[in-house]
């Protein structure tokens, strides 16, 4: 049997990918207004952000254990062989749980062969990893040169990204409240990035039309190989700008392709609207 891929939702790809290319769907709980979610299945990345318009503070949780013990037993009955690349353990403890379930279902199936890999990503970021061992595995490509694969994207997979309104961040506690509310004084963008699986700020630019441009010219420093590679842009939200922005990727970069994507309910309770995301890879397979 060709190897079963599964993700949790904060790859940010899109409903019918899931389906489409057989792979399981773990989903983030998102809780807004007083209710409980499940990402990707029972809501849609507008509602969280018109609630945070509104004033609300989405909350998420992690998969639910429960979910993975289910799936888990039951592939381990059937004897499929898998990989579950997941959401980054800095950022949620779905990871972490997703272990010790496996653990505890090979107590019962010592021979279940189930590898689960701590992308270190997020975001589309996340999801191009899923996308590229979801068509391997239709391929019938061995589990360990699959495996090869997802290790190699996650370690040189680049995330680059800008949000519209410090203040979710602050909530978030990415920045400081001080920080925030100067920032939005001075009309300050910040630049950030993924770092061991962590969000990291790494430059603050004045102005929105010069932090997108800030953001290709560190494209163009870190990348490698644009016109052999397909860059990722998710977004909060924002379609006429990540169209402005898949204009100038090209023009600079020619990469082979550019994805786009909506940020998905589980990372934009955490971004909030407005947020712009690149991903790319700074070394090629």
Known sequence: MPVKILADSACDLPKDFYAEHNVTLFPL??????????????????????????????????????????????MAENNEDGIYIAFSSALSGTYQTSVMILDQVKE????????????????????????????????????????????????????????????????????SK?????????????ILNV???????????????????????????????????VVGISHADTEDTVLEVKALIEEELHPKDVLITSIGSAVGAHTGPGTIAIFFLNKLP
């Open 178 to 190: 001080a920080s925030a509310f100067l920032g939005g004084l001075l009309n300050i963008k910040p």
């Open 108 to 175: 019962k199936y010592p021979n279940f062969n189930l590898t689960i890999v701590d992308t270190q990503c997020a975001s589309l970021g996340f999801g191009l990893v899923v996308k590229e061992a979801a068509r391997l595995a239709a391929e019938d490509v061995s589990k360990e040169e699959i495996l090869n694969d997802v290790l190699f994207r996650s370690q040189h997979m680049e995330h680059l990204f800008t949000v519209e309104d410090l203040d979710y961040l602050a909530k978030g506690g990415r920045v």
């Open 29 to 74: 709980k998102v809780h807004v207004n007083g209710q409980e979610y499940e990402d990707v299945k029972t809501i849609d990345p507008k509602t969280v952000y018109d609630a945070i318009r509104t004033g609300d503070v989405p909350k998420t949780s992690q998969v639910s254990p429960l979910l993975f013990e289910e799936v888990f037993t039951k």
């Open 195 to 229: 770092e061991e699986g962590k969000l990291v700020p790494i430059e603050k630019i004045r102005g929105k039309k010069k932090v997108y441009r800030r953001i290709v010219e560190l494209m163009n420093e870190r990348g490698a190989s644009f016109g052999d590679q």
